[in-house]
């Protein structure tokens, strides 16, 4: 059956009769628990640092495939996940910051993973053990770091409490979601936000436009005359260029003022004044322009924890502060003992929560093949899908299959795949937005339950 | 006998370090391309003094150095780098581990008028077909899918080829109309016990939960998913929709793996 049938039908037949039309879209079944076998006779301590979206499903997965025998450790200081996918809608008051929040319960309590809710301050990767910030190590046959992004100080800025009080750049989700949501609402109407967006690669591709857009969609609403200029360090829109284009010009035309090719030299985070360069094709178009905002969003630039830089796992480009790894098993090329999963690598995929869960499948596949002697899987194929709101009531979609490349041992996009290109969404609808949030649902429920 | 194996034994320890050539290192060849389980030599002359070796992937080569050559024995697919440093300095020699070029299904039988594809699987550079019979069978390529027609009734043998090896597949057209065969058996499984389709299908976990169990459609258990899957590929279903858009991002190969897997769950 044609899934827009099927659920058109699950609508209109199980809850459409209760008056609540878009009740069900939220109302995904709950996650299926699948127990841990007993009897693969692979064994091994996994130590996995970070539970986001990659670590959850690393975690997970060793135990699910690689049963009983596979101890896993999970190291994570915050007791919990606040998601980043979502945490736009924030911003506009249709979501609350706790309804993003998901517990490491089930990965303790049914797959039986030991949490240790600690930070990780230093890696000995000579005597294979990891070291716990106040004390304690944790010995590991082999080690999954998937600790995400550390975020770069916005030139001109000291320090980073800066983005917690006074400049939230909200690029994860927690406190600054709900600070930048509180300054727009107490910010007087006619005044403007900026919001800058750094070079790729960055967390998120689609994640700086979609935010432009649902806080356009909401100043439209409630701040009248209020506009968001983004200077934008890209020479253009980097995904969905379509979508987003069509959006800024057309849905918030007087609203978006859209400015690519923009180099931020100078913030000022206390006047939320940011002073910047803009180039257009080659040209140089301003020199030290200045804007004025009322509410200021600079996301910074970013790059794979100083954990890891430290432990010297990272890439000798400084222009590639991250990871590099054998994408067939996520082994750092530093390090066959030591797995990099998430943002903090070094690949072609994008940076993003439900490719990062697919990552973590990908890792745990390859350390139970090695922990058991069993020949590496070539077959390896990653798929990165995001729902995005263009307004309160709509979405796109963005989807990429990347397959293992033996020529240059990378993850490409194949030529019957959009001539190797992503996939978008034809337009910004009703319909994907309800998809949006059964999609949300599943891929958390996938990742922690 | 003995005296002789001594003495080769020997030779082989002292020979190196006592060779005073002009020219600096040299390996050969200096690139390799293995399929898995191959073995190959790489030889090494010209060395001075202590010889040391280094890989850059043991998880898809292993290595060792004896006495004027490099061991090599591919293991898994994946590029090592394999850099022998004397005195003199640093060569290294390349090698690739690739799959060998596969055709699925390995033989075709149709009748004339009607199409039937096979999905090339790890084929490196260009793929090129040869046709014993071009009356019988008309062929064309896109990407990695040949599409067969049947023309008249009779025979042909294809030749596909990739930069490194290639594979025949046997190719009978029938005049008569007859329904075709039933479809090839999926690829035979691993010899290992994990399903060889298990980290594909991981991919339709983030919609469809844990092993196809809900979200969208539940797709554990199905026995139509493959029929589904390649009206997504094909652009016959919803050829706009996010699940075209996934299924097209495969190979058929690959297509069937995923069914097998989730119909066993």
Redesign the interface.
Known sequence: ????Q??ASLSVGSLGLLGLPNAWAED?????L?PVPTNTGITGRIVVVGGGMSGAAVAK?LR??GGTGVAVTLVEASPSYTSNIMSNTVLTGQRTLASLNYTYGTLVSHYGVTRVNAKVSGINRAAKYVILEGGGTISYDRLVLAPGLDFDLMPGMSSLAEYETLVPHAWKAGPQTQLLRNQLVGMAAGGDVVLTIPKAPYRCPPGPYERVCVIADWLKKNKAGSRIIVLDANADIIVEKENFSHAFTTLYAGVVDYRPGCTVTHVASASRVVTYDQMINGIRVATAARVQAAVLNPIPPQRAPKLLQDAGLLSADPAKPFAPV?V??Y?S?VD?LVHVIGDASLTTQPKAG?IG??QG??CA?AI???LSG??????????S?CYTPITATTAT?L?????YD??T?TMV??????NGKA?A??SATSDNYQ?MQ??F???M??TFS | MKLVQRLSWLSSLILPLVTVAAQALTLSPTSLSLA?GAKATIEVKSVKGTVTLAN????AVAASLVSGKVNVTA?????ATLSVTDRSGTKTTRV?V??PLGISPGTASLSVGQSVTLTVA?A?GTITIGNSNVAAVGTSL??NVITVTGKTAGSAELTVRDTRSSVKVQVTVTSSSLPPPPAPPPPPTST?D?H?G???A??C???????G??????IQGSTELLSELRKFASGE??P????A??A???TDA?LQ?IADFLSKQ
């Open positions: 059956m044609d899934r827009r099927f659920l995904s079944t709950a996650p299926v699948f997965y699910l495939w054998n067939l098993s082994q090329t066959p439900h869960n697919q499948k990908t596949d139970l093949r090695l069993r020949p590496m899987n070539t077959q390896v194929v990653t798929n899908a979609w989807s990429a299959m990347y397959q033996l020529a041992g996009i194949l030529p019957q795949h959009n996939i969404a034809s998809d059964r999609w649902t599943t891929l429920g996938e | 898995p850059s992937n043991p998880t293991n898994a697919a994946g590029v690739t690739s799959a790890n490196t896109s990407g290992s994990i060889p298990r980290l594909l991981s991919n976990f983030q919609c469809h939960g844990t092993n169990s809900g979200g969208f459609d539940r279903e919803d706009s929709g996010i699940m858009a996934h097209v991002g495969y690959q793996l």
